[in-house]
C-alpha cells in the first residue's frame, strides 16, 4: 500500500528549529512532486514549499522564503523540510503530499493537484 508518513514535528520555541522528514511508503518518489502544507486551527490548508524529486526545481511561499528549506534526501523516498527561525504563527499539523501531475510553478503551493498526503505532524511554536 502506498504511503506517506511524515516525522520531526514537536515544541519549539519562537526562534528554534526543526526537521521534517516525509517518507514514501510502497513507492520512490522518481518524477514526483512533493508539497508540504500546514493548516493551522480554523484556518485553510496553505502551501509551504514544494520540489520536484526529477528536476530539483523547488517553490516557497513569501513568508517562508530564507528560514525553510526543502531538499531531498540521498534515498529516493524522502524529503526533509528544514525549518528554522520559526515563529509562534507556524504552529499548525505540517502534511507532506504529492503528485505525479506536472504542475506550473503557480500551481505547486495549491492544495487541489495534490493526491496523496500523509497523516500530518503537529509543530508548536511558543513564544
Known amino acids: 500500500e502506498a504511503r506517506l508518513v511524515e516525522s520531526g514535528g514537536g515544541l519549539v520555541q519562537s526562534g528554534g528549529s526543526l526537521r521534517l522528514s516525509c517518507e514514501a511508503s510502497?513507492?520512490?518518489?522518481?518524477?514526483?512532486?512533493v508539497g508540504w502544507f500546514r493548516q493551522a486551527p480554523g484556518k485553510e490548508r496553505e502551501g509551504v514549499s514544494s520540489?520536484?524529486?526529477?528536476?530539483?526545481?523547488?517553490v516557497y511561499r513569501d513568508s517562508v522564503k530564507g528560514r525553510f528549506t526543502i531538499s531531498k534526501g540521498t534515498a529516493k523516498n524522502l524529503v526533509y523540510l528544514q525549518m528554522n527561525s520559526l515563529k509562534p504563527e507556524g504552529t499548525a499539523t505540517y502534511y507532506c503530499?504529492?503528485?505525479?501531475?506536472?504542475?506550473?510553478?503557480?500551481?505547486?503551493?495549491?492544495?487541489?493537484?495534490?493526491?496523496?498526503w500523509g497523516q500530518g505532524t503537529q509543530v508548536t511554536v511558543s513564544s
Open positions: 510502497g513507492f520512490a518518489f522518481d518524477d514526483y512532486t
Open positions: 520540489i520536484n524529486h526529477g528536476d530539483g526545481s523547488i
Open positions: 503530499a504529492g503528485t505525479y501531475e506536472p504542475l506550473t510553478t503557480s500551481a505547486r503551493l495549491s492544495t487541489v493537484p495534490y493526491g496523496y
